[in-house]
């Protein structure tokens, strides 16, 4: 198929303008590490055969996780300490 010039210059143009999807729905940052920090994550992610990225992203969504599991057991904890308060008062004394 032949393209002229401008037809080039503007298929181009056209492509310049194009962005992923992906882009739009993921975030950037740097993430600095100490050299045992970068070394350990490097052997972990090779060990699993992931890239450093996956096993540090791995490990975010694990964080996250932990805590918000953690936030539910006290939550539910204190639901059960105020409904069996009057129980557990009597069982201290």
């Not at 920090?37 to 975010?60: D, F, K, N, P, Y």
């Amino acid at each position: 198929m032949e393209c002229t010039d401008g037809g080039l210059a503007r298929r181009q143009s056209e492509e310049a303008n194009v962005v992923s999807i992906w882009y739009h729905h993921a975030m950037a940052m740097t993430l600095r590490l100490t050299e045992d920090e970068h070394r350990a994550l490097q052997e972990r992610a090779a060990t699993e055969g992931i890239s450093m990225q996956e096993a540090a992203r791995r490990a975010v969504r694990d964080y996250v996780l932990r805590g918000q599991h953690r936030e539910r057991v006290s939550a539910a904890a204190r639901r059960v300490m105020e409904a069996h308060a009057d129980a557990l008062r009597r069982l201290g004394e």
